[in-house]
């Protein structure tokens, strides 16, 4: 029997439909959601779904089955992971193998990890696991890895500005010992120089000093010949004008004589030293360039802090003497107990005692093969 009261549509719908298509709805029409979207976060009938996929931009959304998403009220949403592949870019990092400890993307678990056992969708490993998420520990770690990084960087710029102002100091003193080189050579030129013009005036001194003798010889034969010429019939005087041209004449002849075997100008010759060229030729540069360790104040480690840890377990009959450690790639570390004669290994967070082997003697180092072998010493 009809009562008059208004029927609430949306109850209706909800109990004929778990949840509805968001395109039709916003259209007015109610259709059942059959696939959903983990980009866009919306549900989509199986008409709608195409349209979705033909849209550029949604081409590589990952869209799942209803039945795929963790179960719920009509309204909830699941939480799967949404991050890109970095291997695979049109993939989601969904997957997970718990074999590894590695999460990737369905195209990385097939290639990575195809014989691997323990492969699950990340939701559903979610779902049907008592998983406890701490990001606490792992933030706390990067952050103090970005600290590190951030003091790294720093450290980088203080090298580069110190690099370039060691350059500076190096090409002011090449440019120095360049001068000085310079400075050198003009002194050696400039003895050079100074030996020519000794030697020069010299020679020309030594040539003044034959034209004055050869003046002298020339004014002789002059005057005599000229007295000679004058001469009357006076025989004394005749007789001493003679004995005088006689003698400028022998004067004369010797100057001569001697001068057919001095030559009036020396020949000058400068030849250069080669060696000094040679010298240069065999060096490639003005000196040799090192390269040395400077001490800076910046420590390579610094303690920030420190904790104890009890690593004896229920075997161990006297005190942990550890004598070397090594870290492996999963972060766990192994330490090497000299007195109980044990190799244990460390959690990399709570660095708690995980397991450990007995030995035949007393362990001294221990070092990383590969991710699962260590070498260990032994007497």
Partial sequence: ??????????????????????????KGKNTEGEKYCVDCKDYFCITC??????????AGHKVLDKSQVKSGTSKSLPRAPTERCDRHSHKHIDMYCQNHDNVGCSTCMAVDHRLCKDTFYIPEFIQNNTYQISSRE???QLKELATTL??????????KQRLLKRKAELLAEIRKFRQEINDHLDKLEK??????????????????????????????????NDKLASTNTHQSEVFVYVKVAEDAANVA?????????????EDLDFKPDRTILTQLEQKKTLGILSEKLTETTVSLFQ?????????????????????????????????TDHNNSKLKRLHSYNYTVTDYCDLPGDPWQVCMINNTQVAVIVP
Avoid: W
């Avoid at 208004?6 to 395109?23: A, G, K, N, P, R």
């Avoid at 779904?49 to 949604?58: A, D, E, T």
């Avoid at 104890?308 to 492996?328: E, F, G, Q, T």
């Fill in 138 to 140: 792992i933030q706390t």
């Fill in 1 to 26: 029997m009809a009562t008059g009261k208004q029927i609430d549509t949306d109850i209706l719908f909800d109990e004929i439909f778990d949840v509805l298509c968001s395109m039709c709805e916003n």
């Fill in 253 to 265: 002849n010797t100057y001569i004589e001697d001068a057919k075997f001095k030559s009036t100008v």
């Fill in 150 to 159: 951030a003091e790294k960087a720093d450290r980088f710029k203080q090298d």
């Fill in 191 to 224: 003895s050079s120089i100074d030996e020519i013009e000794d030697k020069v005036k010299c020679l020309e001194d030594k040539i003044e000093e034959g034209l004055k003798q050869l003046q002298a010889n020339k004014s002789r034969i002059s005057s005599a």
């Fill in 303 to 335: 303690i920030k802090g420190n904790k104890s840890y009890n690593v004896k377990v229920m075997s161990d009959k006297s005190s942990c003497y550890i004598r070397s450690v090594c870290c492996m790639d999963d972060g766990s570390i192994i330490i």
């Fill in 49 to 58: 779904v195409q349209i979705h996929g033909q849209v550029p931009l949604c």
